[in-house]
Protein backbone atom coordinates (compact mmCIF):
# COMPACT_ATOMS: atom_id res chain seq x y z
CA UNK A 1 0.00 0.00 0.00
CA UNK A 2 2.84 2.44 0.92
CA UNK A 3 4.19 2.06 -1.96
CA UNK A 4 2.30 2.46 -4.46
CA UNK A 5 1.64 5.87 -2.65
CA UNK A 6 5.02 6.98 -3.09
CA UNK A 7 4.64 5.65 -6.70
CA UNK A 8 1.41 7.68 -7.02
CA UNK A 9 3.07 10.93 -5.48
CA UNK A 10 6.24 10.24 -7.73
CA UNK A 11 4.07 9.91 -10.54
CA UNK A 12 2.26 13.31 -10.10
CA UNK A 13 5.69 15.15 -9.63
CA UNK A 14 6.85 13.92 -12.91
CA UNK A 15 9.74 11.98 -10.95
CA UNK A 16 8.61 8.23 -11.48
CA UNK A 17 10.86 7.58 -14.77
CA UNK A 18 14.00 8.60 -12.74
CA UNK A 19 13.93 7.54 -9.50
CA UNK A 20 15.00 4.40 -8.24
CA UNK A 21 12.48 2.62 -5.54
CA UNK A 22 14.17 0.30 -3.46
CA UNK A 23 12.20 -2.16 -0.91
CA UNK A 24 14.07 -4.71 1.80
CA UNK A 25 13.31 -6.63 4.36
CA UNK A 26 15.24 -7.40 7.42
CA UNK A 27 14.41 -11.00 7.88
CA UNK A 28 12.31 -13.61 7.02
CA UNK A 29 9.33 -15.25 8.95
CA UNK A 30 7.95 -18.22 11.07
CA UNK A 31 5.32 -18.96 13.01
CA UNK A 32 5.91 -20.01 16.94
CA UNK A 33 6.13 -23.21 18.46
CA UNK A 34 6.06 -24.25 22.08
CA UNK A 35 6.57 -27.68 21.57
CA UNK A 36 9.30 -30.56 22.64
CA UNK A 37 9.40 -33.94 24.37
CA UNK A 38 12.79 -34.06 25.82
CA UNK A 39 12.32 -30.29 28.07
CA UNK A 40 11.72 -30.81 31.51
CA UNK A 41 10.02 -27.71 31.88
CA UNK A 42 7.17 -29.25 29.81
CA UNK A 43 6.33 -31.83 33.11
CA UNK A 44 5.97 -28.72 35.22
CA UNK A 45 3.34 -26.44 35.80
CA UNK A 46 3.88 -22.38 35.25
CA UNK A 47 1.11 -20.25 35.33
CA UNK A 48 1.11 -18.57 32.81
CA UNK A 49 2.15 -21.78 30.23
CA UNK A 50 -0.56 -24.39 28.99
CA UNK A 51 0.28 -27.56 30.03
CA UNK A 52 3.32 -29.49 28.26
CA UNK A 53 4.49 -26.63 26.49
CA UNK A 54 7.69 -25.09 26.87
CA UNK A 55 7.82 -21.88 28.96
CA UNK A 56 9.23 -18.80 28.31
CA UNK A 57 13.16 -19.23 28.94
CA UNK A 58 12.89 -23.06 28.84
CA UNK A 59 17.04 -22.87 27.47
CA UNK A 60 18.21 -21.05 31.13
CA UNK A 61 15.25 -23.54 33.13
CA UNK A 62 16.56 -27.10 31.49
CA UNK A 63 20.44 -25.91 32.27
CA UNK A 64 20.01 -24.93 35.43
CA UNK A 65 18.39 -27.97 36.03
CA UNK A 66 21.17 -29.84 34.60
CA UNK A 67 23.82 -28.09 35.31
CA UNK A 68 22.32 -28.32 39.11
CA UNK A 69 22.69 -24.85 39.92
CA UNK A 70 20.14 -21.75 40.98
CA UNK A 71 19.02 -19.43 38.33
CA UNK A 72 19.02 -15.60 38.89
CA UNK A 73 16.34 -13.01 37.36
CA UNK A 74 18.35 -10.62 36.01
CA UNK A 75 15.51 -8.38 35.03
CA UNK A 76 13.86 -8.95 38.01
CA UNK A 77 16.02 -7.64 41.05
CA UNK A 78 18.43 -10.39 41.14
CA UNK A 79 15.56 -12.65 42.02
CA UNK A 80 16.30 -16.08 42.87
CA UNK A 81 13.74 -18.54 40.04
CA UNK A 82 11.90 -20.89 42.31
CA UNK A 83 10.15 -24.39 41.28
CA UNK A 84 7.33 -23.40 38.75
CA UNK A 85 8.53 -20.52 37.73
CA UNK A 86 10.67 -18.76 35.20
CA UNK A 87 12.77 -15.75 34.48
CA UNK A 88 10.78 -12.78 33.33
CA UNK A 89 11.99 -12.20 30.07
CA UNK A 90 13.46 -15.73 29.31
CA UNK A 91 17.22 -14.13 30.11
CA UNK A 92 18.94 -16.05 33.06
CA UNK A 93 22.28 -16.27 35.49
CA UNK A 94 23.29 -19.68 36.40
CA UNK A 95 25.38 -20.18 39.42
CA UNK A 96 27.65 -18.08 41.37
CA UNK A 97 25.94 -14.80 41.46
CA UNK A 98 24.59 -11.50 39.83
CA UNK A 99 28.59 -10.12 39.62
CA UNK A 100 30.11 -13.65 38.76
CA UNK A 101 27.22 -15.97 37.43
CA UNK A 102 28.78 -19.18 35.79
CA UNK A 103 26.14 -18.90 32.88
CA UNK A 104 24.43 -16.08 31.39
CA UNK A 105 21.82 -17.03 29.16
CA UNK A 106 20.31 -14.48 26.74
CA UNK A 107 16.78 -15.18 24.93
CA UNK A 108 17.23 -14.64 21.53
CA UNK A 109 13.47 -15.79 19.87
CA UNK A 110 14.91 -18.32 17.02
CA UNK A 111 18.15 -18.62 18.36
CA UNK A 112 19.43 -18.29 22.32
CA UNK A 113 23.12 -16.91 23.09
CA UNK A 114 25.00 -18.61 25.65
CA UNK A 115 27.91 -16.69 27.55
CA UNK A 116 30.41 -18.04 30.04
CA UNK A 117 32.18 -15.15 31.56
CA UNK A 118 35.42 -17.23 32.65
CA UNK A 119 35.77 -19.07 29.37
CA UNK A 120 35.86 -22.78 30.66
CA UNK A 121 36.02 -25.34 28.54
CA UNK A 122 34.94 -28.18 30.84
CA UNK A 123 31.35 -25.54 31.73
CA UNK A 124 30.76 -25.10 27.68
CA UNK A 125 31.09 -29.22 27.85
CA UNK A 126 28.42 -29.59 30.40
CA UNK A 127 26.06 -26.87 28.21
CA UNK A 128 26.35 -28.59 25.01
CA UNK A 129 26.02 -31.93 26.27
CA UNK A 130 22.62 -31.22 28.09
CA UNK A 131 21.63 -28.93 24.42
CA UNK A 132 22.95 -32.18 22.34
CA UNK A 133 19.87 -33.87 24.25
CA UNK A 134 17.33 -31.57 23.63
CA UNK A 135 14.68 -32.12 20.29
CA UNK A 136 14.32 -28.34 20.44
CA UNK A 137 17.75 -27.53 19.16
CA UNK A 138 18.92 -27.32 15.82
CA UNK A 139 22.57 -26.25 15.59
CA UNK A 140 25.54 -25.32 18.12
CA UNK A 141 28.09 -23.07 17.28
CA UNK A 142 31.14 -22.45 20.39
CA UNK A 143 34.06 -19.75 20.32
CA UNK A 144 36.79 -21.40 18.95
CA UNK A 145 38.61 -20.59 22.04
CA UNK A 146 36.84 -23.01 23.98
CA UNK A 147 37.69 -25.60 21.87
CA UNK A 148 35.92 -28.06 19.40
CA UNK A 149 32.99 -30.46 20.74
CA UNK A 150 31.52 -32.84 18.45
CA UNK A 151 28.57 -32.18 16.91
CA UNK A 152 29.10 -28.60 16.80
CA UNK A 153 31.00 -25.65 14.81
CA UNK A 154 32.63 -22.80 15.73
CA UNK A 155 31.48 -19.28 15.80
CA UNK A 156 34.08 -18.20 12.78
CA UNK A 157 32.44 -20.58 10.35
CA UNK A 158 29.70 -18.27 10.44
CA UNK A 159 31.05 -14.96 11.30
CA UNK A 160 30.09 -14.37 14.40
CA UNK A 161 33.76 -13.75 15.83
CA UNK A 162 34.07 -10.28 15.03
CA UNK A 163 36.16 -7.35 16.33
CA UNK A 164 33.19 -5.75 18.26
CA UNK A 165 33.94 -4.33 21.74
CA UNK A 166 30.65 -5.79 22.85
CA UNK A 167 31.01 -9.73 24.49
CA UNK A 168 30.27 -12.43 21.92
CA UNK A 169 28.75 -15.59 23.08
CA UNK A 170 30.30 -18.16 23.81
CA UNK A 171 27.83 -20.56 22.54
CA UNK A 172 24.91 -19.73 19.80
CA UNK A 173 22.30 -22.42 19.94
CA UNK A 174 19.41 -22.45 16.92
CA UNK A 175 16.05 -24.00 17.64
CA UNK A 176 14.73 -26.85 15.32
CA UNK A 177 11.63 -25.53 12.74
CA UNK A 178 10.07 -27.79 10.34
CA UNK A 179 7.13 -27.43 7.49
CA UNK A 180 3.32 -27.44 8.39
CA UNK A 181 2.98 -29.28 5.15
CA UNK A 182 1.38 -26.96 3.56
CA UNK A 183 3.10 -27.30 -0.17
CA UNK A 184 5.54 -24.00 0.24
CA UNK A 185 7.56 -25.55 3.25
CA UNK A 186 9.66 -22.19 3.46
CA UNK A 187 6.47 -19.81 3.44
CA UNK A 188 5.27 -22.25 5.91
CA UNK A 189 7.64 -22.34 8.63
CA UNK A 190 6.94 -23.06 12.45
CA UNK A 191 10.11 -22.49 14.92
CA UNK A 192 10.54 -23.47 18.32
CA UNK A 193 11.05 -19.75 19.68
CA UNK A 194 12.56 -18.71 23.20
CA UNK A 195 10.27 -15.43 23.36
CA UNK A 196 7.66 -13.53 25.20
CA UNK A 197 5.38 -13.93 22.27
CA UNK A 198 2.86 -17.01 22.30
CA UNK A 199 2.35 -19.91 20.31
CA UNK A 200 1.08 -19.06 16.67
CA UNK A 201 2.31 -15.59 16.69
CA UNK A 202 5.40 -14.75 14.44
CA UNK A 203 9.25 -14.72 15.04
CA UNK A 204 12.37 -14.98 14.05
CA UNK A 205 16.31 -15.90 14.49
CA UNK A 206 16.91 -19.47 13.66
CA UNK A 207 18.82 -20.49 11.07
CA UNK A 208 16.56 -21.86 9.00
CA UNK A 209 15.50 -21.14 5.43
CA UNK A 210 12.66 -18.61 6.15
CA UNK A 211 14.45 -17.12 8.77
CA UNK A 212 17.55 -15.96 6.41
CA UNK A 213 15.68 -15.36 2.94
CA UNK A 214 14.16 -11.86 2.98
CA UNK A 215 12.05 -10.02 0.49
CA UNK A 216 14.03 -7.58 -1.91
CA UNK A 217 13.01 -5.77 -4.84
CA UNK A 218 14.24 -2.93 -6.81
CA UNK A 219 12.97 -0.82 -9.86
CA UNK A 220 14.24 2.38 -11.62
CA UNK A 221 16.53 3.88 -14.14
CA UNK A 222 19.53 2.32 -12.69
CA UNK A 223 18.30 -1.12 -12.70
CA UNK A 224 16.97 -4.06 -14.76
CA UNK A 225 13.86 -4.51 -15.76
CA UNK A 226 12.09 -7.86 -15.41
CA UNK A 227 15.05 -9.46 -13.44
CA UNK A 228 15.04 -12.26 -10.98
CA UNK A 229 18.36 -12.22 -9.15
CA UNK A 230 19.03 -16.13 -8.79
CA UNK A 231 22.17 -14.89 -6.95
CA UNK A 232 22.64 -14.95 -3.42
CA UNK A 233 22.28 -11.27 -2.15
CA UNK A 234 22.23 -9.67 1.32
CA UNK A 235 21.31 -6.16 3.31
CA UNK A 236 24.35 -5.17 3.43
CA UNK A 237 24.66 -5.69 -0.82
CA UNK A 238 21.68 -3.38 -0.95
CA UNK A 239 23.71 -0.65 0.45
CA UNK A 240 26.75 -0.91 -0.89
CA UNK A 241 24.82 -0.85 -4.05
CA UNK A 242 23.08 2.35 -3.29
CA UNK A 243 26.33 3.71 -2.04
CA UNK A 244 27.81 2.48 -5.57
CA UNK A 245 25.13 4.46 -7.37
CA UNK A 246 24.84 7.60 -5.31
CA UNK A 247 29.36 7.39 -6.33
CA UNK A 248 29.72 7.41 -2.27
CA UNK A 249 33.01 6.92 -1.16
CA UNK A 250 33.21 4.63 1.60
CA UNK A 251 35.30 3.31 4.30
CA UNK A 252 35.26 -0.32 5.24
CA UNK A 253 35.50 -1.68 9.10
CA UNK A 254 36.09 -5.07 9.22
CA UNK A 255 35.29 -7.71 6.20
CA UNK A 256 31.53 -8.08 6.91
CA UNK A 257 30.68 -5.49 4.17
CA UNK A 258 28.52 -6.72 1.43
CA UNK A 259 28.92 -6.65 -2.36
CA UNK A 260 28.00 -4.61 -5.35
CA UNK A 261 24.67 -5.99 -7.29
CA UNK A 262 26.37 -5.68 -10.43
CA UNK A 263 23.96 -8.04 -12.45
CA UNK A 264 20.93 -6.44 -11.05
CA UNK A 265 22.44 -3.07 -13.23
CA UNK A 266 21.58 -2.81 -16.82
CA UNK A 267 24.19 -4.65 -18.82
CA UNK A 268 26.02 -6.08 -15.40
CA UNK A 269 27.17 -9.67 -15.39
CA UNK A 270 26.24 -12.73 -13.12
CA UNK A 271 28.48 -13.56 -10.92
CA UNK A 272 30.20 -16.81 -10.24
CA UNK A 273 28.22 -18.58 -7.68
CA UNK A 274 30.18 -21.73 -6.02
CA UNK A 275 28.11 -23.60 -3.25
CA UNK A 276 29.47 -25.55 -0.17
CA UNK A 277 28.43 -27.66 2.64
CA UNK A 278 30.16 -27.81 6.07
CA UNK A 279 29.59 -30.69 8.77
CA UNK A 280 30.73 -31.11 11.93
CA UNK A 281 32.05 -33.98 13.55
CA UNK A 282 29.33 -36.24 15.10
CA UNK A 283 28.42 -36.08 18.63
CA UNK A 284 27.97 -39.25 20.82
CA UNK A 285 24.30 -39.58 19.58
CA UNK A 286 25.07 -38.52 15.62
CA UNK A 287 23.63 -35.35 15.68
CA UNK A 288 25.92 -33.20 13.20
CA UNK A 289 25.01 -29.10 12.82
CA UNK A 290 25.39 -28.62 9.14
CA UNK A 291 26.19 -25.25 7.24
CA UNK A 292 24.33 -24.51 3.52
CA UNK A 293 26.36 -21.59 2.40
CA UNK A 294 27.63 -19.75 -0.91
CA UNK A 295 30.30 -18.11 -2.13
CA UNK A 296 30.37 -14.95 -4.63
CA UNK A 297 33.74 -13.40 -4.99
CA UNK A 298 34.95 -12.64 -1.05
CA UNK A 299 31.23 -12.51 0.05
CA UNK A 300 30.03 -15.55 2.20
CA UNK A 301 26.00 -15.90 2.23
CA UNK A 302 25.01 -18.72 4.96
CA UNK A 303 21.51 -19.69 3.27
CA UNK A 304 20.83 -22.66 6.58
CA UNK A 305 22.00 -24.77 9.08
CA UNK A 306 21.55 -26.77 12.00
CA UNK A 307 20.96 -30.48 12.22
CA UNK A 308 19.33 -32.70 9.43
CA UNK A 309 15.87 -33.36 10.00
CA UNK A 310 15.31 -30.80 11.96
CA UNK A 311 15.96 -27.60 10.03
CA UNK A 312 13.41 -26.36 6.82
CA UNK A 313 15.39 -25.45 3.91
CA UNK A 314 18.77 -27.19 5.20
CA UNK A 315 19.95 -29.17 1.30
CA UNK A 316 21.27 -32.60 3.34
CA UNK A 317 17.90 -34.01 4.49
CA UNK A 318 14.34 -34.14 3.29
CA UNK A 319 12.36 -31.07 5.42
CA UNK A 320 11.25 -31.60 8.76
CA UNK A 321 7.64 -31.52 9.36
CA UNK A 322 4.92 -31.33 12.07
CA UNK A 323 4.77 -34.76 14.43
Not at 29 to 54: C, M, N, P, Q
Not at 67 to 89: F, Q, V
Amino acid sequence: MMIWRIRLALSELGLLDTTDIIAVADHGFSTISKDSHTSSTVRTKFADTLEGHLPLGFVALDLAQALNLPLIDPDDHYRTIAPGEHTKNGNGLIGGDKINPKVVVAANGGSDLIYLLDADPAMAGHVIETLLTQDYVSGIFVDTKLGKFPGTLTLDDVALEGTAVTPHPAIVVSFRSFDTVCGEPVRCTVEVADTVLQEGQGMHGSFSRADTMNFMAMQGPDFRSHFVDTAPASNADVGRTIAQLMQLEVSDHGKLIGRVLTEALPNGPMPKVTSRVQESEPAANGLVTVIDMQLVGNTWYFDAAGFPGRTVGLSVMPIPTAH
